[in-house]
């Protein structure tokens, strides 16, 4: 049977009685909420190898993937910002890491239940990656931190002291792409215990994650460029504009959408800004 009844008969389209529009809304919300489930379980469920000390299958059986990748997911509906873009999933909440004195956008960070995620895009050279001469550097120069085998690879493990004395442990995980790597800082339950829900949900996450690089030269370490947020429909209405097609009214203020900057990111004065998007199915703030 057709959508929308096509291919019925006429008396018998006549006779189905008219659903009340409160019905009519409780069942598309139901269903909305099926697909936001669905979604939030594939990204979750992403099918990552059992911890060992190298990542295996980058760009054909799993992410974080390249926009070049030939089996790259289809992410018209993540969030883009400039170095990468965002997939979907529930009850998530995302800040911005900006450069206090400029604004330029440096990364972001991801909080899923009682773990965080800090998402980190660098240049990488073309032909060796990055991610094992960082890794070492970075091991040379804290001696608490400890390199152990993971589901991506040999990550580092690293205490951390906070305020009021107390110590915890964070989890930095790296994947090196196409003249790119992928840093993430996993803390909280996601960074001290591998078969919590939220440490596998967040793995997903991060591995769902589309890298784009650019043509910008850059030199290795160098963060990749990034934007603020840009949603599906802005990316959409600013794509119609550049092609020259008719805009919907109410639609003038996207013809702003902002686009990537060119040459490398400082890193200095760094600050985080809260940002909480509620267009659309992509990010739900944690309440």
């Given at each position: ?7 019925r ?8 009685p008219v ?39 980058r ?42 004195a ?17 998402i980190e895009?660098y240049?990488?050279p073309?032909t ?18 400890t ?7 040999t ?9 009021g ?60 460029p ?62």
């Amino acid at each position: 049977m057709g959508l929308f009844g096509f291919g019925r008969k006429k008396d018998q389209a006549d006779a189905k009685p008219v659903e009340d529009e409160d019905v009519k809304a409780a069942k598309a919300a139901n269903a909305a909420a099926k697909a936001d489930s669905e979604s939030a379980e594939k990204t979750a469920a992403a099918a990552l190898p059992e911890a060992s000390d190298a990542y295996e299958g980058r760009g054909e059986e799993r992410g974080p993937w390249d926009v070049n990748d030939e089996d790259v997911p289809d992410y018209d509906d993540y969030l883009d910002l400039g170095a990468y873009y965002l997939p979907f999933m529930q009850h998530i909440e995302l800040r911005i890491k900006a450069n206090r004195a400029t604004r330029a956008i440096l990364g972001s960070t991801i909080t899923y239940k009682n773990s965080s995620l800090e998402i980190e895009a660098y240049a990488a050279p073309k032909t060796l990656g990055l991610w094992e001469d960082w890794r070492e550097d970075f091991l040379a120069a804290n001696k608490k931190a400890t390199a152990v085998d993971g589901v991506f690879g040999t990550e580092i493990k690293l205490p951390v002291e906070i305020k009021g004395g107390k110590t915890v442990t964070t989890r930095i995980i790296g994947v090196d792409g196409p003249r790119w790597m992928l840093r993430g800082i996993f803390s909280g339950v996601a960074a001290v215990d591998p078969d919590a829900e939220e440490t596998k949900a967040l793995n997903g996450f991060f591995a769902g994650i589309v890298v784009e690089r650019g043509d910008e030269p850059l030199a290795p370490r160098d963060l990749i460029p990034m934007h603020p947020p840009v949603g599906p429909a802005e990316r959409k209405a600013a794509k119609a504009a550049a092609e020259g097609e008719e805009q919907p009214e109410g639609k003038e203020h996207l013809k702003d959408v902002p686009t990537r900057p060119e040459g490398p990111l400082s890193q200095d004065q760094q600050t985080e800004v809260k940002t909480t998007l509620s267009r659309g199915p992509m990010f739900s703030e944690v309440r």
